[in-house]
T-cell receptor, first 109, second 114 residues
């Protein structure tokens, strides 16, 4: 069975500091991986997906199949990055994402 | 374009009752997924509908049932409510099946079972 683990429930950093939100997955096939974000009083929305190899709002995420990880990184955190971040895994052909429990990122001024 | 809308926003029910939650998908989207999110947890997949057919189901008992209509709106029905059913229920639509179609979420329905 596929599983997504986000080991940190809360990550607290100061503005300008680097950020890394961890995501590990278990799946034997080729996964599709996503990061979703929920800002305060807003709905859950897609931040980025690994197949696009894009950088959104300064965030990047690299799929490491050897370590089965898809960590989300940003070199310099901003206060507006404070939000709940969810890593999600879609197994090949299912088109149904499995979500991790989420990490709350707080960026202090 | 109109986003995903869910109704009602809040609901209080008594154990043993039945509830129907509704979701209007984003314009042009033919796939709807339902998730249950308990406090402090990530969204848990309930089921997905594609063009009015169930495309997949999570580890939820049969008293959780759903429906998708020809206009691609959807309902989630829960019978014989239990206290543990108290949660935020999220509906998400996508343009089509496939990882190229990300989920677009509604604001959710907060269900409280007493």
């Amino acid at each position: 069975a596929q599983r997504v683990t986000q080991p940190e429930k809360l990550l607290s950093v100061f503005k300008g500091a680097p950020v890394e939100l961890k995501c590990n997955y278990s799946y034997s096939g080729s996964p599709e991986l996503f990061w979703y974000v929920q800002y305060s009083r807003q709905r859950l929305q897609l931040l980025l997906r690994h197949i696009s190899r894009e950088s959104i709002k300064g965030f990047t995420a690299d799929l490491n199949k050897g370590e089965t990880s898809f960590h989300l990184k940003k070199p310099f955190a901003q206060e507006e990055d404070s939000a709940m971040y969810y890593c999600a895994l879609e197994s090949g052909g299912s088109y149904i994402p499995t979500f991790g429990r989420g990490t709350s990122l707080i960026v202090h001024p | 374009e109109t986003g995903v809308t869910q109704s009602p926003t809040h609901l209080i029910k008594t154990r043993g009752q039945q509830v129907t939650l509704r979701c209007s998908s984003q314009s042009g989207h033919n796939t709807v997924s339902w998730y249950q999110q308990a406090l402090g947890q990530g969204p848990q997949f309930i089921f997905q509908y594609y063009r009015e057919e169930e495309n997949g189901r999570g580890n939820f008992p049969p008293r959780f049932s759903g429906l998708q209509f020809p206009n691609y709106s959807s309902e989630l029905n829960v019978n014989a409510l239990e206290l543990d059913d108290s949660a935020l229920y999220l509906c998400a639509s996508s343009l089509n099946l496939g990882s190229g179609s990300p989920l677009h979420f509604g604001n959710g329905t907060r269900l409280t079972v007493t």
